[in-house]
């Protein structure tokens, strides 16, 4: 590693994926060499269980610009990005997986964006085809229920793959949150961004860890994370059920007084108050998401632990 601070800092998150660090190393060097500018590569291997870190140490001794942080267990992959940009030394750091679905090539359009003043660089994903419709429809439904209730808008179809400056690495530094939801944050510190369009490749080798259900709870993070408004809303359920009861028990009494009293259904009552109580379930449960939030937020406890970086 040169003595003087590298140009480019590259924080690639690593869990159980033995079958791609190699590849992907052997894709981002010549990319990363053609820059002409100096570099580093850094792992961050997130309590893989598989043969991950021994394969990052490997590659480290072929090559003098690779660094691999060890987190000292799972942590998750935005508690590993964030140690990695933290752990950064470069002018630019530029976040990206290892999979190789997002290209290393596209690097040099990022650099020239960046040459030509632009703080933050963005890769969008120009399509989705190679996604299953479900996945397509839900990630377009998040999109635009999170930018309608948040005052933070994320661009649709971006990832973490982008080119930022020091100075917007040191503004998301001093974000001292632990529970983290990185879209959210990098476009919370704002600062001059140029969104650069590209078709996103499918991974060259291993499987995702993400499945459906860590999905759904990382796009719950999402909105608690950067907006109030589901509170709200249910502050609004709840003034609307209570005018519709005042409505309907007013009826009731008017009915009564002039047609005398009738046996009350059983069947519209029990429906009625399995609903009220439905109502109010969902209600502690959007609460409860956060206060969940407020509680480990409270702790104050590292958002990572790093075992050894080398």
Same mark, same amino acid.
């Not at 040169?2 to 800092?9: G, H, K, T």
């Not at 052997?26 to 570099?39: D, F, N």
């Not at 999905?215 to 950067?226: D, H, K, Q």
């Not at 519709?244 to 009350?264: E, M, N, R």
């Given at each position: 590693?040169?003595? $003087? #601070?590298p140009?480019?800092?590259?924080?690639?998150p690593?869990y159980?994926?033995?079958?791609?660090?190699?590849?992907?190393?052997e894709?981002?060097? #010549?990319?990363l060499?053609?820059?002409?500018?100096?570099y580093?590569?850094?792992?961050?291997n997130?309590?893989?269980?598989?043969?991950?870190?021994?394969?990052?140490?490997?590659?480290?001794?072929q090559?003098?610009?690779?660094?691999v942080?060890?987190?000292?267990?799972?942590?998750?992959?935005?508690?590993?990005?964030?140690?990695?940009?933290?752990?950064?030394? =470069?002018?630019?750091?530029?976040p990206?997986?290892?999979?190789?679905?997002? #290209?290393?090539?596209?690097?040099?359009d990022f650099i020239?964006?960046w040459?030509?003043?632009?703080?933050?660089?963005v890769?969008?994903?120009?399509?989705r085809?190679? @996604?299953? *419709?479900?996945k397509?429809l839900?990630?377009?439904?998040? %999109? &635009? !229920?999170?930018n309608?209730i948040s005052h933070?808008k994320?661009?649709?179809?971006? +990832? @973490? %793959? /982008?080119?930022?400056?020091r100075?917007?690495?040191?503004?998301?530094q001093?974000?001292p949150? $632990?529970?983290?939801?990185m879209?959210g944050i990098f476009?919370?510190? =704002?600062?001059?961004?140029?969104?650069?369009e590209y078709?996103?490749?499918?991974?060259?080798?291993?499987?995702?860890? *993400?499945?459906?259900?860590k999905?759904w $709870?990382f796009?719950?993070? =999402?909105?608690?994370?950067?907006?109030?408004?589901?509170?709200?809303?249910?502050?609004?359920?709840?003034?609307?059920?209570s005018?519709l009861?005042?409505? %309907?028990?007013s009826?009731?009494?008017?009915?009564t007084?002039?047609f005398g009293?009738d046996?009350? =259904?059983y069947?519209?009552l029990?429906?009625?108050?399995? !609903?009220l109580g439905?109502?109010q379930?969902? +209600?502690?449960?959007?609460?409860?998401? %956060?206060i +969940? /939030?407020?509680?480990?937020?409270? &702790?104050r406890? #590292?958002?990572y632990?790093?075992?050894?970086? $080398?």
């Amino acid at each position: 590693m040169n003595a $003087n #601070p590298p140009v480019i800092s590259i924080i690639c998150p690593c869990y159980n994926e033995q079958d791609t660090v190699a590849v992907f190393t052997e894709t981002m060097l #010549p990319e990363l060499a053609k820059t002409e500018l100096s570099y580093e590569l850094i792992f961050i291997n997130d309590g893989s269980r598989d043969q991950t870190l021994s394969k990052l140490k490997d590659l480290q001794t072929q090559h003098a610009n690779i660094r691999v942080i060890n987190l000292a267990r799972n942590f998750g992959k935005e508690a590993a990005l964030t140690a990695g940009i933290d752990r950064s030394k =470069g002018q630019v750091v530029v976040p990206i997986d290892v999979d190789l679905q997002d #290209p290393p090539e596209l690097i040099h359009d990022f650099i020239r964006e960046w040459q030509q003043g632009y703080d933050v660089v963005v890769a969008k994903r120009s399509d989705r085809t190679s @996604d299953s *419709f479900a996945k397509k429809l839900s990630a377009e439904w998040f %999109y &635009k !229920f999170h930018n309608k209730i948040s005052h933070v808008k994320i661009p649709e179809n971006v +990832g @973490d %793959y /982008r080119l930022m400056t020091r100075r917007v690495v040191e503004a998301i530094q001093q974000l001292p949150e $632990n529970q983290r939801f990185m879209k959210g944050i990098f476009s919370w510190v =704002g600062f001059k961004t140029k969104i650069i369009e590209y078709k996103r490749d499918p991974r060259v080798a291993g499987e995702t860890s *993400f499945n459906g259900w860590k999905l759904w $709870n990382f796009a719950l993070e =999402g909105i608690t994370s950067f907006s109030t408004a589901p509170l709200r809303i249910w502050l609004y359920v709840g003034l609307l059920i209570s005018l519709l009861a005042f409505v %309907y028990g007013s009826a009731i009494v008017i009915k009564t007084l002039i047609f005398g009293i009738d046996a009350p =259904g059983y069947a519209s009552l029990i429906t009625i108050m399995l !609903f009220l109580g439905g109502v109010q379930l969902i +209600g502690l449960g959007v609460m409860g998401e %956060y206060i +969940g /939030r407020l509680f480990m937020e409270s &702790k104050r406890r #590292p958002i990572y632990i790093i075992e050894e970086d $080398n």
